[in-house]
């Protein structure tokens, strides 16, 4: 597999600038995902970062089935067409069937594979074959060194812009850890590779019915992954995340968000993996 990949136009990989993936996990409403989407391309243009906004159209892997999905297939690509339109930033989102993939790459720029769906091999195919960036979450039960197998799978259907993302791996009942050994094992098997600082900070289902988090760790793993090696960073922003539909313990607000990039890109420029 290649040690670089393109993204959005943008080449991504070692020697080449973090690219950021960052956004609310869910659409809430449309004004509140254009809302999102100009205020973190003027963030991440002022850093001087390629960037792509992230937002789910429909959450299909909520812990209880009261929890709130999202706006759904048809009207969540309306509003994420428009994001991309009036703000002019490249636009990902998850896919969660086979069904959903042909109308997602109308819209989308990137097509995001679930950590807990990341060896479907018919989604995975299929994703793959439209052609658009994969994003691939490696799920939380799969070893660094064996996401490659599902990797391969999007590379051999004929697509290479195939980006590794690590959230995390289950540690006994409802908490995650990251092994920062897995970063340079998953680039020694020739992957690229992003860190989903708030999805890794995730307590899977500790609440009643609902995932919790631990917020106040985001920048420390962060921090630690960049140091590790990484090419690209995730992350989930919202406004008011302690009143966020979903993933709010995990989000970070905006100015969190900023301290948290910029404590990267410092690091990263440290140890001379951020070019000028």
Known sequence: ???????????????????????????????????????????????GVPYAFKCS???????????????????????????????????????????????AAEVVDIIQIPAFLCRQTDLVEAVARTGKGVNLKKGQFVAP??????????????????????????????????????????????????????????LPSSGDGQTGGERKFVSLLARSAAAAGIDALFTEVHEDPDRALCDGPCSLNPQMFEDVLRQVLAIRRALGHEPA
């Open 57 to 103: 159209y429909d959450k299909a892997n909520r812990t209880s089935g009261k929890s709130f999905r999202g706006p759904g297939l048809k009207e969540g690509l309306r509003i994420l067409d428009r994001v991309k339109r009036e703000v002019g930033v490249p636009i990902l989102t998850d896919v969660h069937e086979t069904s959903h993939v042909g109308p």
């Open 145 to 202: 060194k064996d996401i490659v197998h599902s990797a391969r799978k999007a590379v051999e259907s004929g697509n290479p812009n195939v980006l590794v993302t690590e959230r995390g791996a289950t540690f006994g009942y409802n908490n995650l850890v990251v092994d920062m050994r897995g970063f340079a094992q998953m680039r020694e098997a020739g992957l690229v590779v992003c860190f989903d600082a708030t999805h890794s900070v995730q």
């Open 1 to 47: 597999m290649s040690p670089s990949i393109e993204l959005c136009g943008y080449k991504v990989g070692p020697g080449q600038k973090l690219f950021v993936i960052a956004g609310p996990d869910s659409i809430e409403s449309e004004d509140m995902a254009l809302r999102h989407a100009k205020l973190l391309k003027e963030m991440t243009s002022r850093l």
